[in-house]
Nanobody
Framework: QVQLVESGGGSVQAGGSLRLSCVASRYVYLTYYMDWFRQAPGKEREGVAGTCYADSVKGRFTISRDNAKNTLYLQMNSLKPEDTAMYYC??????????????????WGQGTQVTISS
């Protein structure tokens, strides 16, 4: 059973940090390419980090993995109000192209909300 479950979202002030987690089923974690996306209200879903990084987050966001826990992390530092969005973990069967495109992904988590206040 494919499962992607995000957590770690919340509300912080600008300049703060958050770490998001995405726990995947073992099969997906081992065989799929996993990346992070986000979608702000009224905007298209955009690739953020993983296989490649969006220009808007380079130097501030970093992914990491814990293989024992089947978990992908997204460390977000120096957060800005424009980072406010629903953040999603996604898995692709084939190596994604850059910039990341939602259509390349097979599975999605339910999302976790990140809100940054100025």
């Amino acid at each position: 059973q494919v499962q992607l479950v995000e957590s770690g979202g919340g509300s912080v002030q600008a300049g703060g940090s958050l770490r998001l987690s995405c726990v995947a089923s073992r099969y997906v974690y081992l065989t799929y390419y996993m990346d992070w996306f986000r979608q702000a209200p009224g905007k298209e879903r955009e690739g953020v980090a993983g296989t490649c990084y969006a220009d808007s987050v380079k130097g501030r966001f970093t992914i990491s993995r814990d293989n024992a826990k089947n978990t992908l992390y997204l460390q977000m530092n120096s957060l800005k109000p424009e980072d406010t969005a629903m953040y999603y973990c996604a898995a692709a069967a084939r190596r994604p192209n850059c910039p990341l495109r939602p259509s390349d992904y097979n599975y999605w988590g339910q999302g976790t909300q990140v809100t940054i206040s100025s």
